[in-house]
């Protein structure tokens, strides 16, 4: 039994189904729209509470009429397919995302790690984990950004904000004045940037694009609760992680762990590597901010070894 309510209701309609595990990777938050077309958004939470929270608002599994995926990744797609299958319903996701969405082998490619060395220790912790991800998923749709998806009462605004991954959106409902901030997900660990298809540069751009929009209320995809409380001041230290970080490696660099090798080995952007495939994505975080700083002159690297320009 968790130790929290699986589901509380955000606003009429709007019910956060919670992830098990205090919604800690591989879980995910989802967003369940109980309105006249029963949307599911993301669906990587826990089975069981995605069932549970369907029974308790009076549904089956049989009842949802489209899915809405955030982002390709496996803490988001989650349950999708199995979902599908039972239900027959729609499948929406941003174009960008079909590739990483409908393949593992697709998956693999995107995350950066189809034929890295420890490709095989990356397969078999989703093995391990996430057994269903191997199967091929179906996407009927895509969704536009800025375009309203249209659940009855509630409607749904996709904001693309590329960076995390390149398909990565937000969701606005009804308006941008409460926004699903997905993987802006203004945790302790910070921005998470792994990917070879994510890029620092871009998600910078689509967190300052969000305070802009001057959200009064995010819900995170790793969050037990909604933000409310001086959300643009947490959105604004998480975006301030950027340049923490390349205050640690250039501080790093100048006592010799002048290296990717050796910055991945401290670690640097993890605090701690569980797994060695933490080392794949420790590596490409650090790689994006060296070549970075390289373009702004601030480092030279030669024979993968690291300088600080004077």
Known sequence: MSDYPVHIEIEPRVHLIRGSDRAKFPEANSLLIDDEILTLVDA???YDNIRSTLKDLNHEITDINRIVLTHFHLDHKGFAEVLRKKANCEVLCHPLADVGVMTFSGMAEYYGIKGHRYYKDWKTFIVEM???????????GHFEHNKGIDCGEVELIPIHTPGHTRDHTVIGINGTDTIMLVD???T??????????SDIAEFKRSIQNVIDLEP?????????????DNLIGRLERYLAAFDQREEKILDLISQGVDTIEKLSNVPTIYPRIPRNVYLV???????MHIEDMEERNMISVSNETITIEK
Do not use: A, K
Request: charged share 15%.
């Open 216 to 228: 009064r209320i995010g819900i995170s995809s790793h969050l037990l609760n909604p933000v409310s």
């Open 44 to 46: 990587g939470t826990n």
């Open 184 to 186: 802006i997900d203004l």
């Open 281 to 287: 994505f420790e590596e490409m975080m650090l790689q």
């Open 130 to 140: 996430r057994p269903h991800l191997l199967e091929d998923y179906s996407v009927t």
């Open 188 to 197: 302790r660990f910070g921005p998470w940037y792994g990917n070879s298809v």
